[in-house]
């Protein structure tokens, strides 16, 4: 990490950004592991010299091919992904010709909430740290594999497989994930979700909370608490 980085590392950690928009650089010295710098504002470059878009930010852009640097880091890789393509093939089976994108919202929800049933943050971070120790990256697809994931993993498989069915034609929208700031006594973080955007209806899509349906009746909405992240998808 050169002395930029550096400079782009303090400045984000002391400007008052979200924690989920900040370059985040951990270091586990028992176990040798230095999680990935990230600077959100850019795209990056990850171990094996591929660069990845960060995904972290509700802005367009897509999400297969990018990279969630929040948590247990990972990166978005659907063609080199056998289990995600095979969970694609089962949701477009399902949806089939279905005009409603409430329903086809649903059958990705219902999937989503299907897949991830460990959701102990611990139990994903120490797989994440496995991994990335086994072999140098980690992926969706390695959570998926272990049905192991909180709302980083959960809302990433939902907005890739939304953003797929758009690129199939079977719903017209944008899709992008969103997340806002948690600070109570027992936890200090944040929590993410997908949103997905049509002509008609702005919709989230949060397998952990779990809620699915409009915008304006979840509840972080409701409290005013989600980021105020300008949004220019253009026309759909």
Not at 14 to 24: L, Q, R
Not at 131 to 145: C, D, Y
Not at 191 to 211: I, N
Request: glycine share 10%; proline share 3%; net charge negative.
């Amino acid at each position: 990490m050169d002395n930029k980085d550096v400079q782009i590392l303090t400045g984000l950690q002391s400007s008052g950004v979200s924690p989920f928009e900040k370059t985040a650089l951990n270091v586990n010295a028992d176990k040798g592991i230095q999680d990935l710098v990230v600077d959100p504002r850019k795209k990056f470059e990850i171990i094996n010299g591929v660069e990845y878009s960060s995904i972290i930010r509700d802005v367009p852009g897509k999400i297969d091919g990018g990279f969630f640097g929040y948590g247990s880091a990972f990166v978005i890789e659907f063609d080199k992904s056998p289990l995600l393509k095979g969970l694609f093939e089962e949701i477009e089976a399902e949806v089939g010709n279905e005009p409603s994108e409430e329903i086809v919202l649903g059958v990705v929800y219902k999937k989503t909430c299907e897949l991830f049933t460990n959701s102990n943050e611990k139990e994903v971070d120490a797989l994440g740290y496995r991994i990335r120790n086994k072999i140098g990256i980690v992926s969706l697809e390695n959570f998926a594999q272990a049905k192991t994931g909180f709302c980083t993993q959960a809302s990433a498989f939902e907005a890739l497989m939304i953003e797929k069915l758009i690129e199939k034609g079977r719903i017209k929208g944008n899709v992008s994930i969103s997340g806002f700031d948690v600070e109570t006594p027992e936890y200090s973080g944040g929590h993410v979700f997908c949103r997905f955007e049509s002509r008609t209806k702005k919709w989230v899509l949060d397998a952990m909370a779990p809620f699915m349906g409009s915008e304006e009746d979840y509840e972080p909405v409701k409290k005013d608490i989600v980021w105020k992240i300008e949004r220019d998808f253009g026309s759909i």
